[in-house]
């Protein structure tokens, strides 16, 4: 098959699909990697260590679109990159089409065969692609929480472990999956007091066993989140109804309840955010204030730290992908389950039931 390997155009986003040895994959099994110039340059990786591989490297953008059946990314295509797909190609990357009409549309439209990293789904319910950049999102989230408490940026100039005779920071962490508990060992490990709530009671209980009596749980119940949010210093959104928008937790009328100079971080502004006041922003402009609270909603946290994440994408994302590049896309979901999760838009149709519900449209089952 020909792959086609993208360079990020997205705001600061540095991270790329492939690093040059997971490239070298597709080509040992057969298959010719066409990678755009620059592509893996702000991950590290040179066009010499892709060339090195056996891997292409395309000047043309179009021609590299053109040319390939299945294009390899990090993120979702932006509305320039739209009109560059053609019918039946595979798109292998990061969607989240829940939170995007106008994307949604332009998938369809051109008939798109569009894989979405984040809905793979394997069979004890976890999101194998998912979970390294939510690794990567939990752990930076406290790394940027703790930033922006700083007076100079912005926060209540507090210091999220305390020292000696201080209080410590207090942290509200909604949703402890993969980026929740991940939050709470930087957390934790800061010196900062924890709290981490979630609708799941089994989750709870592997939390505790997890990190032990340092940690405090709570039932994500409305009257829970009304009083902890009074006491938060940091507050980690980082909820997940797998493909569905995230419930919005934190209502606008709760933040004058809130201290000042608290901030507060989306990691579930992908799926349309947990906070009613929540608005995507980008590395370049991160943060902004509502009601005094400093809000991150970064939707792209892990293209910060491109080098750890092109590592950690690509290490989770190459089995799959050689999967389809090995079979076609119809004999590889046949053959997975967690594929055909996977699959969004196939044909000008949706079949990914709860992307279908966000927007009011149909899906199929393939
Ligand atoms: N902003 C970014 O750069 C970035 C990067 C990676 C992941 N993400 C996002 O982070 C979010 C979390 O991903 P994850 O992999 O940790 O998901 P996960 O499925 O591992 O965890 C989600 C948790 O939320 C819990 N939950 C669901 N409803 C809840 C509620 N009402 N109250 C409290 N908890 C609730 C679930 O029980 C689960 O434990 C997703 O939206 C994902 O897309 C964002």
């Given at each position: 098959m020909m792959i086609g390997l993208a360079k990020e155009i997205k705001?600061?986003?540095?991270?790329?699909?492939?690093t040059p040895s997971g490239a070298g994959e597709y080509v040992a099994a057969g298959h010719r990697v066409l990678v755009e110039k620059a592509a893996g340059e702000g991950a590290g990786f040179a066009d010499a260590e892709y060339r090195a591989r056996g891997c292409e490297i395309v000047t043309d953008r179009k021609k590299l679109f053109d040319d390939s059946e299945m294009i390899v990314k990090v993120k979702e295509p932006l509305p320039c990159e739209y009109g560059l797909f053609h019918e039946g190609q595979i798109l292998y990357t990061y969607l989240h089409l829940a939170a995007d009409l106008e994307q949604t549309e332009a998938l369809l439209k051109k008939k798109v065969t569009a894989f979405a990293y984040e809905t793979v789904m394997e069979a004890d319910g976890s999101l194998p692609l998912l979970a390294p950049m939510s690794q990567i999102a939990g752990r930076l989230s406290i790394q940027e929480g703790a930033k922006y408490l700083e007076k100079p940026c912005g926060?209540?100039?507090?210091?999220?472990?305390?020292?000696?005779?201080t209080a410590k920071g207090k942290v509200l962490i909604l949703g402890g999956g993969v980026a929740g508990s991940n939050a709470c060992r930087i957390a934790l490990g800061m010196g900062a007091d924890v709290t981490v709530m979630d609708i799941s009671a089994k989750r709870l209980a592997d939390l505790e066993a997890m990190f032990g009596s340092g940690l405090k749980t709570l039932y994500s119940s409305r009257e829970n989140i009304e009083r902890e949010l009074a006491q938060a210093d940091l507050v980690i959104g980082s909820v997940l109804l797998p493909g569905a928008l995230a419930p919005?937790?934190?209502?606008?009328?709760?933040?004058?309840?809130m201290k000042p100079g608290s901030v507060m971080v989306d990691i579930a502004i992908d799926q349309?955010?947990?906070?009613?006041?929540s608005h995507a922003t980008t590395h370049t402009e991160p943060i902004f204030t509502v009601g005094g609270v400093v809000h991150y909603c970064v939707a792209n946290m892990p293209g910060a730290v491109s080098l750890s994440s092109t590592i950690a994408l690509t290490n989770v994302t190459n089995r799959y992908g050689l999967m389809i590049a090995n079979k076609g896309a119809m004999k590889a979901i046949a053959e997975s389950a967690a594929l055909k999760s996977g699959l969004n838009c196939f044909d000008g149709k949706l079949t990914n039931k709860a992307v279908a519900e966000a927007h009011g449209m149909g899906y199929i089952t393939i």
């Open positions: 705001n600061e986003e540095y991270r790329v699909g492939l926060g209540r100039g507090l210091l999220l472990g305390g020292v000696p005779g919005k937790l934190v209502r606008k009328s709760d933040l004058a309840a349309g955010g947990c906070f009613e006041t």
